[in-house]
């Protein structure tokens, strides 16, 4: 799986943005071969250089498609709109999605531990 990570920077006019974000929002769950969108507002800056306002996240079954779903009128609309509401404000990433349950980690990690008794 490939997600579009969009960082929205603290430089926005939040007027602007939030009056506009229904507007992205429609244009990106158009966007053919979305799967799954998440939004992130971030409450806390624990570290780091970079604390972006909010984080949001579109999922693609893999990097082809989600390359697809931008060159799409949809999203290029998206894009288009993104740029007007953060005055370019906005940070993009494509990243691969690899996720795991805490279980199943704690189950493989007991699993791997070696015994110390002899």
Do not use: N
């Amino acid at each position: 799986m490939f997600k579009l990570l969009i960082l929205i920077e603290p430089e926005i006019d939040s007027e602007t943005f939030f009056q506009g974000w229904p507007k992205f929002l429609s244009h990106a769950e158009e966007m053919p071969g979305l799967e799954k969108l998440v939004t992130a507002p971030v409450h806390e800056h624990l570290s780091g250089q970079y604390s972006p306002l909010m984080v949001h996240e579109l999922h693609f079954e893999d990097r082809s498609v989600l390359e697809k779903a931008l060159a799409s009128p949809a999203g290029i609309a998206a894009g288009k709109t993104l740029q007007q509401i953060t005055g370019g404000h906005v940070s993009l990433l494509v990243a691969a999605h690899l996720e795991d349950s805490g279980e199943h980690l704690r189950d493989l990690r007991s699993k791997k531990a070696p015994s110390t008794k002899g």
